[in-house]
């Protein structure tokens, strides 16, 4: 009796272990794997299933998004400038068989193609287009990256650039470039605001030159802005009609007018009229 009692105890222990070997419980982000025999016969789960123990092996595959930093990069970009690059890859699983039997790893697969290819592709750029173009190099790293990782089961949804670090000496000689660029645009802008002033005080003046009340008032309105301060400023206000006759006076008369006799003012035309005035004398 007790050797029988004690085959039953051990029957029902192996027979309890090996149903528990077959309960297998898979969450919502993961999926199982069923190897029987060596051979694989699909991904199963989520939630509760049971396969043969001894028989048949489960290998657990993760399809959550994977956040995986890229190690910092020495790159020499296409202007022979060395900088210094790292960057961040997200990828999830959407073919777990593929995953498991295509490559061993498949999270170290992508993470060592992913530097190579950020190496190929960011040598390939100018360092201004590398900080300018930012996005666009972003989605041709992902595109590249995720056609080499699509035979594995793997998706490669984002790949972006996050810091480059450039020589200090680089950096002093991109700022004196943005200063120059600076000090430019401000004498662009004020050589154009001359202009214009210069267009506009322009036209005022036709517009004054026209009409000679208007600049009167105007004259007066800047005596009354003068008087409006505290100061001592005399003002003497002139006509502009004297300064007109002054440059009427300061013109040369020309020859013969207002009654002047030509021959006081030309000495041919007196040399004349002398040997005119001899010969009916003789």
Same mark, same amino acid.
């Given at each position: ?16 272990? *090996? ?17 029987? *025999? ?169 517009? *004054? ?7 009167? *008032? ?65």
């Amino acid at each position: 009796m007790d050797t029988g009692l004690i085959g039953i105890i051990i029957g029902a222990a192996v027979l309890l272990m *090996l149903l528990m070997a077959s309960v297998k419980i898979v969450p919502e982000y993961e999926r199982g794997v069923i190897f029987r *025999l060596g051979r694989i016969i699909g991904a199963k789960g989520p939630g509760l299933f049971f396969i043969i123990p001894v028989v048949d092996r489960m290998i657990r595959v993760s399809l959550r998004t994977i956040t995986m930093d890229i190690p910092p990069q020495d790159i020499i970009t296409k202007d022979n400038v060395t900088v210094r690059v790292n960057a961040v890859t997200y990828f999830n699983v959407v073919d777990p068989n593929r995953s498991v039997v295509a490559i061993e790893d498949h999270i170290k697969g992508t993470s060592q193609i992913a530097q190579t290819t950020l190496r190929s592709i960011l040598g390939q750029v100018d360092l201004d287009e590398l900080l300018v173009n930012r996005d666009e190099i972003n989605q041709r790293l992902q595109r590249i990256i995720d056609d080499v990782t699509n035979p594995w089961g793997v998706k490669v949804t984002l790949v972006e650039v996050k810091d480059v670090e450039l020589p200090e000496a680089m950096r002093r000689a991109m700022a004196r470039q943005a200063e120059a660029e600076r000090d430019r645009r401000a004498k662009v802008i004020h050589a154009k605001g001359e202009y214009e002033a210069a267009e506009t005080l322009a036209d005022a003046a036709d517009r *004054l030159e026209g009409h000679p009340a208007a600049l009167h *008032l105007r004259i007066l309105s800047t005596m009354a802005e003068i008087s409006a301060e505290r100061n001592s400023t005399l003002i003497f206000p002139l006509p502009m009609e004297i300064f007109r006759l002054v440059d009427m006076l300061r013109q040369p008369q020309p020859p013969g007018q207002y009654g002047e006799d030509v021959t006081h003012s030309n000495p041919a035309c007196a040399l004349r009229r002398e040997h005119s005035l001899t010969a009916r004398g003789g």
